[in-house]
């Protein structure tokens, strides 16, 4: 395997909620994984904290198993203890003064580390949190603090939550995560746009037809059932990542990657996005709530019986035709659909180029498809773009779409790291390209805040689909009523 990895600078990370899901099953492999690739400098220290009381060799041991989980290669297993030895347990509760002084003194024990503090916790105890940090001095310069979304519910819980992180940390000390962002498809975007000839002239209303983004799972709520029943699908994937996603595709070139010569391009798409509310949201957005059907083979329960709740009308499927109005993308739709309990868990953009004008190859030569440049998040990192072309051998001119097809993990021999493992070492480098800044959380607030009031107006529900499904049909009619359809035969 051949790795490009540059170590970082010496650095403490503290997770608050060192003991939850993400950390465990994200961000200590990913630390784990840096480590093994010789990333991270020996006097690094990895700090668990949660209110739970436990000795750090108690937490070691829990990390070593979810480690063991992550990673399966001997020779990496091999590698745990010694990855243990950066590691350690302080249990406090982030709501109470208890503790606080002793964990301060530990962290200032030493002074030159860059500080990275990630709030692995719900964002009710962020302000919590943040306050005690200043309270401690631990905000300084060298302090970076990491929160996770969801950030607020509608815009005003998001400023709520922007302005009492931002009275403690300066903004260029906050990185608001987003891993789709971190996803090496994503990244490869910018290449491809920016690194190559070929696509920027074409990147247009003239030439694009329409452009897909599509973010499928195939899990249910399983035990997030309540938080999930509070936030539905297009609080929970559509206000950031797909959104993002967008924001990448539809961008003008920045004159640089600055983060914030970045970040202020996909604001300006934001900006540009035409309003969907009570007027119009009947037209152009679907949600639809999964019921019992099947998924991987096996029959699964409903939404509501997930829940153990009677009645909900929280989507878990959502569809909808934006539009970027300026002049690169008048008239091109962007048909967004994200969901739970989908056929396949798939994460692509793909962009529809337009027909060819005019065809000078006999109807008998067989159909001619237009060109589409399919990005893939997951699974399989990678790109295709399908073309026309002969097909080979004697028989006359047949013609068929085919895709030239870049696997990443085959074209560069490596396995695609996971998102977190690129964005925690960029928080270390204080490099915010890939972080979304507060005025972008909160314009995207505010393209989402008019639909959901437009579906709380509705006297209408979600629509039913069947688990293992792509949906309502009413998502197939949104896209058909415009002559296009899904890009599903492909997975
Ligand atoms: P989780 O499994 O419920 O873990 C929450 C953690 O917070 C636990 O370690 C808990 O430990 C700790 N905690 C709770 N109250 C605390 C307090 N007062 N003081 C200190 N620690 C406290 O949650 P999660 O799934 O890891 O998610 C964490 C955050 O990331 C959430 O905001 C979630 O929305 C977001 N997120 C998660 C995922 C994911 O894949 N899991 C993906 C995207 C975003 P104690 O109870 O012992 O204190």
């Known amino acids: ?39 991270l400098p020996a006097p690094c220290r990895l700090i668990g904290v949660a209110r739970e009381q436990q000795s750090t060799d108690t937490y070691r041991q829990r990390v070593s198993e979810a480690l063991r989980k992550a990673v399966k290669e001997d020779d990496a297993i091999a590698r745990i203890d010694a990855f243990l030895g950066m590691v350690s347990y302080h249990p406090l509760d982030a709501t109470s003064d208890t503790g606080w002084e002793d964990f301060a003194q530990d962290l200032k024990s030493i002074e030159d580390h860059v500080r990275v503090f990630y709030l692995s916790t719900s964002p009710g105890i962020f302000v919590d949190i943040c306050e005690r940090l200043r309270q401690h001095g631990l905000n300084g310069e060298g302090s970076r603090v990491v929160i996770e979304k969801p950030i607020g519910h509608d815009l005003a819980s998001a400023c709520e939550i922007n302005d009492a992180v931002g009275a403690v940390f300066a903004e260029n000390q906050i990185f608001r995560i987003d891993h789709y962002l971190g996803k090496e498809t994503v990244q490869n975007l910018l290449a491809l746009r920016f690194a190559n000839v070929l696509f920027e002239p074409l990147w247009n209303a003239a030439h694009i037809d329409h452009v897909q983004i599509t973010v499928a799972e195939t899990v249910g709520v399983e035990q997030r059932g309540p938080y999930y029943d509070h936030a539905g699908a297009l609080r929970d994937m559509v206000q950031n990542h797909l959104l993002q996603l967008l924001c990448m595709v539809a961008m003008e070139p920045p004159a640089s990657l600055n983060a914030d010569t970045v970040r202020d391009e996909k604001l300006k798409v934001l900006h540009a996005l035409k309003t969907i509310d009570a007027g119009n949201a009947g037209q152009v957005t679907v949600r639809g709530q999964y019921r019992a059907g099947s998924a991987n083979g096996q029959s699964v329960p409903g939404y509501l019986e997930d829940l153990g709740s009677p009645a ?43 027909d060819i004008p005019y065809s000078i190859f006999a109807e008998s030569s067989g159909r001619i498809s237009a060109n589409k440049l399919v990005l893939r998040l997951q699974p399989d990192e990678g790109v295709k773009l399908w073309m026309m072309a002969k097909y080979p051998g004697p028989g006359g001119l047949r013609l068929q779409s085919v895709p030239l097809d870049m696997s990443f993990a085959e074209a560069f021999g490596v396995q695609q790291p996971d998102a977190y493992e690129r964005l925690l070492l960029d928080v270390v480098r204080g490099n915010l390209t890939l972080f979304m800044r507060r005025d972008e959380v909160e314009a995207a607030w505010k393209w989402i805040d008019p639909i959901l009031a437009a579906w709380a107006e509705s006297p209408d529900s979600p629509r039913s689909y069947t688990a293992g499904t792509w949906g309502p049909s009413a998502s197939v009619a949104l896209i058909e009523r415009d002559g296009r359809t899904w890009h599903d035969d492909d997975h």
């Open 1 to 39: 395997m051949i790795t490009h990895a540059k170590p970082v600078v010496a650095f403490d990370l503290v997770i608050f909620g060192g003991t939850g899901d993400l950390a465990m099953r994200k961000l200590l492999p990913a630390m784990f994984r840096r480590f093994l690739d010789g990333q």
């Open 312 to 354: 909900s009308d929280t989507e878990t499927f959502v569809a909808l035709k934006a539009q970027v109005c300026n002049w690169r993308w008048a008239g091109v739709p962007f048909y967004l659909r994200t969901g739970k309990r989908m056929p396949h868990r798939v994460s692509e953009i793909i962009i529809h180029f337009r």
